[in-house]
């Protein structure tokens, strides 16, 4: 039993909670595609592969149980890293982290840079809310 528990322990290190969580879309017609069919939000997150501003949004904030529980009923959830993955043009891929906020047509409801703290992504997030209600009215 000491043994399989330190197994998971052990691999509970190599595996990144939040990637697992959130089950990032990377392809972003396939992301419009499960929008219009879910009527959901897009978040998209452009990042790069070694970007520790990334890194420490994805590990301080991304990894709330609660917001992730969130982002998934709200969101479909796009991450693209401007190093792999193919950014359309009208995207900015400078200053990663960039948020974009999309509705299903792709269109921008709210975009951002950086960093953010729980607390300020759940403000970021009501934000977006308001715009979307303004939009829809």
Not at 49 to 64: I, Y
Not at 77 to 94: A, G, I, Q, W
Request: glycine share 6%; aromatic share 10%.
């Amino acid at each position: 039993m000491k043994v399989l528990l330190k197994i998971f322990m052990l691999l509970s290190l190599f595996i990144p909670l939040h990637a697992i969580e959130l089950n990032w879309e990377h392809d972003y017609n396939k992301a419009l595609l499960q929008a219009q069919k879910e009527g959901k939000l897009i978040y998209l997150m452009i990042g790069a592969d070694k970007c520790r501003h990334c890194e420490r949004f994805k590990k301080q904030t991304l990894s709330n149980k609660e917001l992730i529980t969130t982002m998934k009923e709200d969101y479909v959830l796009l991450y693209m890293s401007r190093d792999r993955h193919p950014v359309p043009k009208k995207f900015e891929v400078e200053g990663a982290p960039r948020h974009y906020f999309l509705n299903a047509k792709g269109e921008i409801i709210a975009d951002g840079q950086g960093s953010r703290e729980l607390e300020g992504w759940y403000d970021i997030l009501d934000e977006v809310e308001l715009l979307q209600e303004g939009d829809n009215k």
